[in-house]
């Protein structure tokens, strides 16, 4: 069955640390992959897209990494603040898809701790 | 630019009641969605629109209908309302097709219970 799936515990860690969290797929493949951020009471947020042929991608602290090998995006935050502290969603659209629709993950909730 | 608006923000329905959940966009997006998100759970697709008088079928459609008779708003009904309709509600919108153009603007959601 196609599945995506990220990390349901919470991440709990210190300010001024590196966040790394995981979002893995199983059977699609993904034309590209959208990460958002949702805080509590609110709606998400966009903030990197990051395609198949694509490694890599950056902005600010944010930092978004792409296997197709393995089947797994990660999104890492850099010198972690505890205004980062939300929770994070992975989204795909597959390649086949002729409507665009993305798929959502569950999130994973990032606490910063000061 | 408000964005996507959605109303109301809150709302108690007693099972078997109906309901409309409206969600307006300012931003000429071609492309709108419902989505729904239960505790824990990720966003379900519920309905999307590729443009004005174009819907279709999302993941979990039961129990909803949807119109789109403008560019900019996006209504969802939910005839006899459950228990199992419990959830928060988002609206988004997207220019369309292509990578940049699919990234989504949700609104702020919409908490409904039915008890």
């Known amino acids: 069955s196609q599945k995506i799936e990220q990390n349901s515990e919470a991440l709990n860690i210190q300010e001024g640390k590196t966040a790394t969290l995981t979002c893995n797929y199983t059977n699609y493949s993904p034309a590209y992959l959208q990460w958002y951020r949702q805080d509590p009471g609110r709606g998400p947020v966009f903030l990197l897209l990051i395609r198949e042929n694509e490694k890599e991608k950056r902005k600010e602290r944010l930092k978004v990494t792409f296997d197709t090998t393995l089947k797994q995006s990660l999104f890492h935050i850099t010198a972690s603040q505890p205004a980062d502290s939300a929770t994070y969603l992975c989204?795909?659209?597959?390649?086949?898809?002729?409507?665009?629709?993305?798929?959502f993950g569950q999130g994973t909730t990032l606490q910063v701790k000061p | 630019n408000a964005g996507v608006t959605q109303t109301p923000k809150f709302r108690i329905l007693k099972i078997g009641q109906s309901m409309t959940l409206q969600c307006a966009q300012d931003?000429?997006?071609?492309?709108m969605y419902w989505y729904r998100q239960d505790p824990g759970m990720g966003l379900k697709l519920i309905y999307y629109?590729?443009?004005?008088?174009?819907?279709d079928k999302g993941e979990v459609p039961n129990g909803y209908n949807v119109s789109r008779s403008t560019t900019e708003d996006f209504p969802l009904r939910l005839e006899l309302a459950a228990p199992s309709q419990t959830s928060v509600y988002f609206c988004?919108?997207?220019?369309?097709?292509?990578?940049?153009?699919?990234?989504?603007?949700f609104g702020s959601g919409t908490q409904l219970s039915v008890l």
């Open positions: 629109s590729v443009g004005a008088g174009i819907t």
């Open positions: 989204a795909l659209v597959e390649l086949s898809s002729n409507t665009g629709k993305l798929i």
């Open positions: 988004a919108s997207s220019r369309g097709r292509g990578a940049t153009n699919e990234k989504l603007f």
């Open positions: 931003m000429n997006h071609n492309y």
